[in-house]
Structure formats: structure tokens, C-alpha cells
């Protein structure tokens, strides 16, 4: 069923050197929810093959202030001992591994995509690992590396362009004993938002506690554990499971879903114009608008809203990223913050994660000082950028 079309969007990590005036690849993007299992989903996919960075210096973070205590539960599972062996799956791994090796856990493996996976290009990602991943090759990896008692996979579930596969080769992987470790955002609070940044590219998959816990038991696993940590933008659901290979049917999620996904569709939709009319009028008393964090958040707001006309510069504090312009139709640069203070600037929008407002605006006191105003692109922060007064 579909919830919303984007049309034509661009690659997100696609940022271009100024100067170059190479095309900026765009592809048709939108939301449907799945009738079946009440998951939303994009649709279409874009191609992997676009997904994959061209510049080595993009990374990804994720939420970690949760993982001393996630480390703790796994330790204290049933069967667990200083003999168990434990898997990462990628890069998103390895900080939670270092724990465990740190507390003297000593087999510890982690997949090679180059030797594992048979992935070699330059710059490959969890987007290119994904789509590697079949029965064949959790096959292949067991064999080579014995069959772990922990597999963990932290926000990978989401970037699978087949559910089915991956689910395949994490149960062919894994001991038939053992346990799986998987965490993944929840989408409740930007989907009760209205928050067009949750959309993402690279996120084919927009899971909610009932569709997280629908999807693991509709294929056979046993939750042993499920919790939520919050964090300000959305919060991590991790889940402690076994395979037991005893499915159990769909619940009826569809209609309550659904509700959530319409509820999310309105928002957005009012939310969009509310925040045109608001920038015309930032346009016509003359303000000059720069945004903070030059990543896929204000990227998907300046192009979903259509806002890039008002916008003077980006800034970051990455200097990678310095002299490149955003993967949008409007020529913005990157800049240092420095600039923040020296070009005239009115209103400062935050597009790095709330998790950072705070900082940033501290950092440059001098900028709200002299009259500057920061306001947030995200609908749930205390700054959201409709609770300006002009």
C-alpha cells in the first residue's frame, strides 16, 4: 500500500566537489507498508551499486552509550562461559567486540567482506555486504569459522534489500544453540512526527516494536530478551533471540500499522507546507539561512521540503568535507563553522543529530550573542524550527 511518493531524490553521500559539474544521480523514491507484515518499507529501492560512498571519509555512527550494558546481558545469558565464541557482522561491531575482548572473551571473530563476502570495491559498505548475503554464503562462513554462540548485528536488518535472504544467512551462520544480537532503530517517534528526515536512502526497512517483534517470531525465532533504550531521535531496539525454527503466523498488525503510517503521511504532507510558507517568509523579510551538519538529515530536509533556494552554505565541522557542495540541484558549499560568524547570517538550522543541539550551540555562543537564532529541522526537539517566532 503506498504511503508517500517523493519523486526524483538524490543520492545522499554523493557530495560533489566544487567546480565539478558532474550530474547528480537522482532516483524515484517513496513509502509503502507491507499488508502482510505491517513493515514499511521504500519503494523503490535504489540501486546498491549508487548507495556505495565514492569518497573513503563518509562514516557511520551509531548510538553506543547503550553497549556496557548490552555487553552485560550477553555475558550473562544461559550457556555463555569465557569459551563461547563471538561473531560480529561488520564495522557496526566492532566497538561491542572490543568490550567483550576486554573482559577476557578471547574467540572473537568478525566477517572479511573482501575474503567472506567476495566484496571488493573501493569504498564498500554495508550497502554492497547486503546484497552478498544468501543461504549459500552463511553456509560458507560457518564452515570456515565454526558456528558461533553470539551473532550480533547492530543496524544492518534495516539496510537489506531482501528480508528473506538475510534472515537465511544469519540462521545459517549461527550455532543452533546460540543467540542473535540484533538492534535497529524505532520508528515510532519520527513516524508520530511527522519527521521527514527518517526517510533514508540507504534504510529500505522502517521497523516499530510490533512490526521488530512480528518479523522475529512470523520466522522462527524465540525472543529471550527485547528492550528499548531511548535516545533523542529515535531510540534502539535490540533484541536477544534463539532460532527455534517454529514459526508462529502473522499477528494482525496491519490495521494499528497503518494507522501509525497514515498518521506519519498527514504530518509530513502539512508539516511541508507549513515550513514552505514559513521560509517565504524568512525569504521576504530579507534573513540569510545557513544549516549545520552537511549529512543525510539536512540533505533529505532541504530536498523532501524543497528548501534549498534559502539556504546560503552548509557547515560542518568534518573537514573532509570542506569544498564540496550538497548532492542538490542548488550549488550549496560546505563550509567550516567559522563562517557561521562572519557572513551575515540570521538563522542557524540544526541538521546533525539532536543528540548534538546542545554542544553546538554552546560552541558558538558568539553567534546567538550578536542576534543569530538556531532552530531545529527535527519536529521533535524543544527547537523545532515551526516553534520560531517571526
Known sequence: MKILDLGAQPVSNRFIKEGDRSAIPEYPLGLIMDEDSGIIRL???????????????IKAFEPEDHLDDLVSRLLQLPGITKSSTFFGYSFKDESTLRRISSLGYEKIWQIDPRVDLHVFEENAGIETYQAMLNLEAGIRIREKYGAPDVLILRHVIEHSFSLDKFLEFIKAVVNTNGYLVIELPDCTKPLQGGDCTMIWEEHLFYFTKNSFENLLITN????VDFYEVEYPLENCM?????????????KNIFKSELGLANNYRNLFLERKDVIRELFEKIANKGLRVAAFGAGHYTIAFLAYMDLARHISFVIDDDLNKIGYRLPLKSNILINTSE???????DLCLLGLNPAH????????EKFSNEGGRFASIFPNSSLDILSLDL
Open 43 to 57: 519503494d523503490p529501492a535504489m540501486p546498491f551499486e549508487e548507495l556505495r560512498p565514492r569518497v573513503p571519509w
Open 238 to 250: 535490540i533484541a536477544i533471540v534463539k532460532n527455534i525454527e517454529h514459526k508462529e503466523s502473522h
Open 220 to 223: 522462527g525465532f524465540e525472543i
Open 357 to 364: 543541539h546542545e554542544k553546538v550551540i554552546k560552541k558558538h
Open 339 to 345: 563562517l557561521l560568524n562572519k557572513d551575515n547570517i
